[in-house]
């Protein structure tokens, strides 16, 4: 069994930044692709960021030149870099892998609050 856990979520006002964490544990299978979501109140869970195997990234226009996403050394742990944040940011982020066997783990998620 995959274990995904997500950190650094907060408050944050408008213009700040933040850098999510996510560190996969346990029975770790090869892993494929990792990403981001992102659930606001009242809206659908929505794909914010990618990062594969290969080494490609990739974001969502709505954050594009804000959002940055990267792999850490080990390729267990994804992160996303968020700058110039915005109240339409605000959501429960969400990490979510892809092994190569198929299999696919979602975290709990990780709550951000932009707000003044």
């Known amino acids: 069994q995959v274990q995904l856990v997500e950190s650094g979520g907060g408050l944050v006002q408008p213009g700040g930044s933040l850098r999510l964490s996510c560190a996969a544990s346990?029975?770790?299978?090869?892993?494929?692709?990792m990403s981001w979501y992102r659930q606001a109140p009242g809206k659908e869970r929505e794909l914010v960021a990618t990062?594969?195997?290969?080494?490609?990234?990739d974001v969502v226009m709505s954050v594009k030149g804000r959002f940055t996403t990267s792999r850490g050394n080990a390729k267990n742990t994804v992160y996303l870099q968020m700058n110039s944040l915005k109240l339409e940011d605000t959501a429960i982020y969400y990490c979510?892998?892809?092994?190569?066997?198929?299999?696919?783990?979602w975290g709990n998620g990780t709550l951000v609050t932009v707000s003044s």
């Open positions: 979510k892998i892809w092994c190569w066997n198929g299999m696919a783990y």
């Open positions: 346990g029975s770790i299978c090869s892993i494929n692709t």
């Open positions: 990062s594969t195997s290969g080494g490609n990234t």
